[in-house]
C-alpha cells in the first residue's frame, strides 16, 4: 500500500494488462481505461452491424464469458512485439457496465456459437510516441491498407468507417475526444473478426 494512483501510473511498465483477451462479467479490465465511448450509427439510426450476426442473448450478468476477437489478439500480440516497452494504461477490450446500455463494440454481443461465449469486437490502443507506438502512425496506416476486417476507427476527434463515406476520415464528437487511445471495431461476423491473418500496421516511423 502507500502507492498513489499517479506512481502505478508511471509504473506502467510492469503493468501487463490483465485478462484483456478473456474473462467474464463487465469490469473494465485496464485499471486506468478511457471510457470508450465508441459509437457509429448508420443511416438507419442503427448500430453498425448488429442484425447481421448472431448476437448473444441477454440479459448480460457478471457470470458472462466473453473473449476478444482473434482478429484483436492479433493486433495486440503484433503491437506488443513491435513496442515492446510501450505503456498499455489505455489498453482495452471489455466495457464496463456502462457500456451494457449502449451500442458498444466493448460489449460481448456476438455470440460464438461453439464456445456460447460473446464476443468483444473492439479494442483501444494507447497512444505512447515515446515507447514506440504513435496511433498517429497507426491511424495512416490503418487508412491506406483498408483491411477488410475493419468497421470503423476512431482516433483524435476522427472517425474513418469502412462502410459509412468509406477509409475517409469525418469529425467525431463523443464525448472522450480518443487522444489518448485508438479504437478500433471490426466486423461482427465471425469469418471477419476470428480471421487471425497479420495486419498490415506501422505504429512508429522506425518500423519498416
Ligand atoms: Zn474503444
Known amino acids: ?9 508511471e509504473n506502467f511498465e510492469s503493468q501487463q ?7 467474464s462479467g463487465f469490469k473494465r479490465q485496464s485499471s486506468h481505461g478511457d471510457e470508450c465511448d465508441d459509437y457509429l450509427e448508420n443511416e438507419n439510426n442503427d448500430f453498425e452491424g448488429v442484425g447481421l450476426c448472431d448476437q448473444l442473448p441477454r440479459p448480460w450478468g457478471n457470470s458472462t464469458k466473453w473473449r476478444a476477437a482473434g ?17 498499455k494504461i489505455k489498453d482495452g477490450t471489455i466495457g464496463d457496465l456502462a457500456h451494457q446500455q449502449r451500442s458498444s463494440d466493448h460489449n460481448p454481443w456476438v455470440l460464438d456459437k461453439d ?16 515507447n514506440g507506438c504513435d496511433c498517429n502512425i497507426l491511424a495512416k496506416s490503418l487508412q491506406e491498407n483498408k483491411d477488410k476486417r475493419i468497421k470503423y476507427v476512431i482516433w483524435n476527434k476522427q ?12 469529425p467525431y464528437t463523443g464525448a472522450n475526444p480518443h487522444n489518448k487511445h485508438l479504437h478500433i471495431s471490426v466486423g461482427c461476423e465471425r469469418s471477419v473478426c476470428d480471421l487471425n491473418d497479420n495486419w498490415k500496421i506501422k505504429i512508429s516511423e522506425s518500423n519498416v
Not at 500500500?1 to 501510473?9: A, D, I, L, P, R
Not at 489478439?73 to 506488443?80: D, K
Not at 460473446?118 to 515515446?130: C, E, K, Q
Open 17 to 23: 494488462e490483465p485478462d484483456l483477451l478473456e474473462g
Open 71 to 87: 482478429s484483436l489478439r492479433t493486433l495486440f500480440q503484433q503491437v506488443n512485439s513491435l513496442a515492446a516497452g510501450r505503456n
Open 159 to 170: 472517425i474513418m468507417s469502412s462502410t459509412v463515406s468509406p477509409w475517409t476520415w469525418r
Open 1 to 9: 500500500m502507500g502507492k498513489s494512483t499517479k506512481n502505478n501510473e
Open 115 to 130: 464456445s456460447h461465449m460473446g464476443i468483444v469486437t473492439a479494442v483501444d490502443i494507447t497512444h505512447d510516441p515515446a
